[in-house]
């Protein structure tokens, strides 16, 4: 017997909110869950590695996969760098009958919405914008200029929760994680 196609599950919600926190943590504890690898033009952040946090690519090689139809989304974030989806991986997953997630920002999202409706829409939420504000500072691998720009797109990210089937916040990360995987339907 063939396995049914299984359900995307796309997690997102505004910067710094901890999405690469908690897809972290299911990796860690929930290998089962296959999580896409976004594609982005922008430099690894101190400690992240190419093909594990992101695939890191020059803006021409992005550019081809865009007018190759090769990413189910693809986005420019703060303004100023490319991130994308490729397709081919999430459709094998899915295809196999496995539990997939993308961790994507909320324009990428909106796209997936359009071209994937039966996906799970599931938006991280901070507990407060204070609690928000200090994760950002706190990371310290922005300027502050780049934080501004963080801060005022958070700000809109934060408008479009009622966009989402599901919201989780994240005021602790084990829990937030293993909400997430309840609603994909994964056993712990």
Do not use: C
């Given at each position: 017997m063939?396995?049914?196609?299984?359900?995307?599950?796309?997690l997102?919600g505004?910067?710094?909110v901890?999405k690469?926190?908690?897809?972290a943590?299911?990796?860690?504890?929930y290998?089962?869950?296959?999580?896409?690898?976004s594609?982005?033009?922008?430099?690894?952040?101190?400690g992240?590695?190419?093909?594990l946090?992101?695939?890191?690519v020059?803006?021409?090689?992005?550019?081809e996969?865009?007018?190759?139809?090769?990413?189910?989304?693809?986005?420019v974030?703060?303004g100023?760098?490319?991130?994308?989806t490729?397709r081919?991986?999430v459709?094998e997953?899915?295809?196999?009958?496995e539990?997939?997630?993308?961790?994507?920002?909320?324009?990428?999202?909106?796209?997936?919405r359009?071209t994937?409706?039966?996906?799970?829409?599931v938006?991280l939420?901070?507990?407060?914008?204070d609690?928000?504000?200090?994760?950002?500072?706190g990371?310290?691998?922005?300027?502050?200029e780049?934080?501004?720009?963080?801060?005022e797109?958070?700000r809109?990210e934060?408008?479009?929760?009622?966009?989402?089937?599901?919201?989780?916040v994240?005021?602790?990360?084990h829990?937030a994680?293993?909400?997430?995987?309840?609603?994909?339907g994964?056993?712990?």
């Amino acid at each position: 017997m063939t396995k049914q196609p299984a359900r995307l599950t796309v997690l997102a919600g505004p910067t710094a909110v901890g999405k690469g926190t908690v897809s972290a943590d299911i990796r860690a504890r929930y290998p089962q869950v296959w999580l896409s690898v976004s594609m982005t033009t922008r430099d690894p952040r101190p400690g992240e590695v190419d093909g594990l946090h992101y695939h890191f690519v020059s803006p021409e090689r992005f550019e081809e996969m865009v007018e190759h139809g090769d990413l189910l989304e693809w986005a420019v974030v703060h303004g100023r760098n490319r991130y994308g989806t490729p397709r081919g991986p999430v459709l094998e997953r899915l295809a196999a009958g496995e539990p997939a997630l993308l961790e994507i920002d909320l324009q990428g999202a909106r796209q997936v919405r359009r071209t994937m409706p039966d996906a799970r829409f599931v938006f991280l939420a901070p507990p407060s914008w204070d609690e928000l504000v200090r994760r950002l500072v706190g990371r310290g691998t922005e300027s502050a200029e780049e934080r501004e720009r963080r801060l005022e797109t958070a700000r809109v990210e934060l408008a479009a929760e009622p966009e989402f089937d599901h919201v989780i916040v994240n005021d602790d990360v084990h829990r937030a994680t293993d909400e997430l995987v309840r609603l994909m339907g994964v056993d712990a």
